[in-house]
């Protein structure tokens, strides 16, 4: 079982740049989500998946698409890359939404946008 | 959308000590759950508790959900302590989004 894993682990854009990142779980989980942290802040929701072929806006979905094709993995792209987007991003998991569900986290890729 | 408040931003503690952390949270939540993020990054769930006691070894957290807050207890800590705490909660509502705190940055001098 190896959880969730993200790919790559680094990366670096020019602006304008494009790219998408990888996330994928073998746990057969139905959520997906993809956060970003910013230094000395928490995780900010960029967008969600309840299930295969599903996707929803979070908090900041602005500059981000994702689509979930395959139950098991979570794509998170970006089209343009901006300075802004320069962040840690997790990918993580949960079985279902609420009660008695925790969810687990990739270990995360960080960007650097030029 | 639902605010959340972690305090104190910042603890330093001399290893052996004991540390509550708190989570105010300005609405009703059904879901709360405490992180820890290590110093390499790492985010490990701690507890899934949007009320009541848990224990798991040196650390419990307690909800009070009707005053709309959490207290995660770290006792006897040690260096691997570490880190970052974060709280996040999640609305009764369909729409609504898990939001997390700004965390607390512990650390644990020898």
């Known amino acids: 079982n190896a959880g969730v894993t993200q790919t790559p682990k680094f990366r670096v854009l020019k602006t304008g740049q494009s790219m998408t990142l990888l996330c994928a779980q073998d746990m057969n989980h139905e959520y997906m989500y993809w956060y970003r942290q910013d230094p000395g802040m928490g995780l900010r929701l960029i967008h969600y998946?309840?299930?295969?072929?599903?996707?929803a806006k979070g908090e900041v979905p602005d500059g981000y698409n994702v689509s979930r094709l395959k139950k098991q993995n979570f794509l998170l792209g970006l089209e343009s890359a901006a300075p802004s987007q320069t962040s840690v991003y997790f990918c993580?998991?949960?079985?279902?939404?609420?009660?008695?569900?925790?969810?687990?986290f990739g270990p995360g890729t960080r960007l650097l946008v030029l | 959308g639902i605010q959340v408040e972690q305090s104190p931003p910042d603890l330093i503690l001399q290893e052996g000590a004991n540390s509550t952390l708190r989570c105010n949270f300005s609405d009703s939540v059904n879901n709360l759950q405490w992180f820890h993020q290590n110093p390499w990054g790492q985010l490990i769930n701690l507890f899934y508790i949007p009320s009541g006691t848990k224990q798991n070894g040196r650390l419990s957290a307690t909800t009070v959900a009707t005053e709309r807050y959490s207290l995660l207890y770290i006792s006897s800590s040690q260096t691997t302590d570490s880190g970052v705490y974060f709280c996040a909660v999640e609305g009764y509502s369909s729409a609504s989004k898990i939001i997390f705190g700004s965390g607390t940055r512990l650390s644990i001098r020898p």
């Open positions: 993580a998991s949960s079985l279902d939404r609420g009660n008695q569900e925790t969810q687990y």
């Open positions: 998946s309840v299930g295969e072929g599903t996707t």
